[in-house]
């Protein structure tokens, strides 16, 4: 289970700290906190003070242009690592090197995308997309994007037509069918 100290508690613990010549280790197990945790806060605190001591109540969100900066100069080792933090007011160094981890993997350094409810598609426009995607070697990444789709419809809508070999296969059969009425008859309220 995950502690959560208040703000108050930690600016307590780290002046307490600062007042005795104990180690890191020993100060963090006498005070039953986590070494790891108490040398993150030192750090917070040297870098933002109090207000960076803070619990945030909301996840911080940075801009594409300023990661990839921040990623170049502690790559290019411009500037020491706490600099970098100051700089570009980053909370923390593991988000940095998040950051730079995903950078060094050859992917940019953009937030998570939160999935959403797929649009409603028409059974001609599942036709064009499939089409779109089989003309342009099976591309489903691009056709996703392109017709704000998601990737997996675009593969299943794919995979559906070429299996069947027939358009048909495209056509969503949920829901109850209704058995034809006469037209000549009037339904009575």
């Known amino acids: 289970m995950k502690i959560t100290y208040s703000t108050t508690t930690k ?26 945790s108490l040398k993150r806060w030192i750090q917070q605190y040297l870098t933002g003070g109090l207000a960076n001591l803070e619990r945030p109540v909301h996840n911080r969100r940075y ?25 570009y007011d980053i909370r923390g160094l593991s988000q940095l090197r998040n950051w730079v ?8 350094p953009v937030r998570k995308r939160v999935r959403k409810m797929g649009r409603k598609v028409s059974y001609d426009e599942k036709i064009e997309i499939v089409k779109w995607v089989l003309k342009h070697n099976h591309d489903y990444k691009q056709a996703a994007q392109k017709f704000d789709i998601t990737y997996s419809r675009a593969f299943a809508w794919t995979q559906k037509y070429e299996q069947a070999n027939d358009w048909t296969a495209l056509k969503d059969r949920r829901g109850k069918t209704r058995g034809r009425q006469p037209a000549d008859r009037v339904m009575s309220v």
Do not use: C, M
């Open 11 to 36: 600016l307590r613990l780290l002046s307490q700290f600062q007042n005795v010549n104990e180690s890191l280790k020993v100060f963090a197990d006498y005070h039953n906190v986590s070494a790891g």
């Open 63 to 87: 801009p594409k242009k300023l990661k990839l900066r921040a990623v170049r100069d502690y790559r290019n080792h411009r500037l020491p690592t706490k600099e970098i933090l100051l700089k």
């Open 101 to 108: 981890i995903l950078y060094n993997n050859g992917k940019e």
